[in-house]
C-alpha cells in the first residue's frame, strides 16, 4: 500500500512560479515510478511528468518541457514539480501518482490532488 500527500497549489499570475510536493509512505516498489498528472476541468487527465526511482531518468508532456521540473528526494520520501514561467493553460487539478513502471508510470496509487491556478 502507497499513501501520497499533495501539497503547494495555489493561485498565481501568468509567468509566476510555484512548487508543489508529494509525500510518499507505503511499500518502496510499488513507487519505483512517479509522475505527476494534471486535470482541467471538461479535459481529460493528463501525464506532466514522470522520475523513475533507480536511474532518476526524468520524462516531461511537451506542454511543460523546458517550464517544468520534476525531482525526488530520498531522504524525505518526497517528489517534487517545480513549474516556472506558469500559463493560464497550466491551471488545473495536480495528482501525484505512483506505480512499479510501464506507460506514465502505470499508477496504481494517487493523491488526492492540489488546484494550481494561474491567472492572465
Known amino acids: 500500500q502507497v499513501q501520497l500527500v499533495e501539497s503547494g497549489g495555489g493561485s498565481v499570475q501568468a509567468g509566476g512560479s510555484l512548487r508543489l510536493s508529494c509525500a510518499a509512505s507505503?511499500?518502496?516498489?510499488?513507487?519505483?515510478?512517479m509522475a505527476w498528472f494534471r486535470q482541467a476541468p471538461g479535459k481529460e487527465r493528463e501525464g506532466v511528468a514522470l522520475i523513475s526511482s533507480g536511474s532518476r531518468k526524468t520524462y516531461y508532456a511537451d506542454s511543460v518541457k523546458g517550464r517544468f521540473t520534476i525531482s525526488q528526494d530520498n531522504t524525505k520520501n518526497t517528489v517534487y514539480l517545480q513549474m516556472n514561467s506558469l500559463k493560464p493553460e497550466d491551471t488545473a487539478m495536480y495528482y501525484c501518482?505512483?506505480?512499479?513502471?510501464?506507460?506514465?508510470?502505470?499508477?496504481?496509487?494517487w493523491g488526492q490532488g492540489t488546484q494550481v491556478t494561474v491567472s492572465s
Open positions: 507505503g511499500s518502496t516498489y510499488s513507487r519505483n515510478c
Open positions: 501518482a505512483a506505480g512499479s513502471g510501464g506507460n506514465w508510470c502505470a499508477p496504481n496509487y
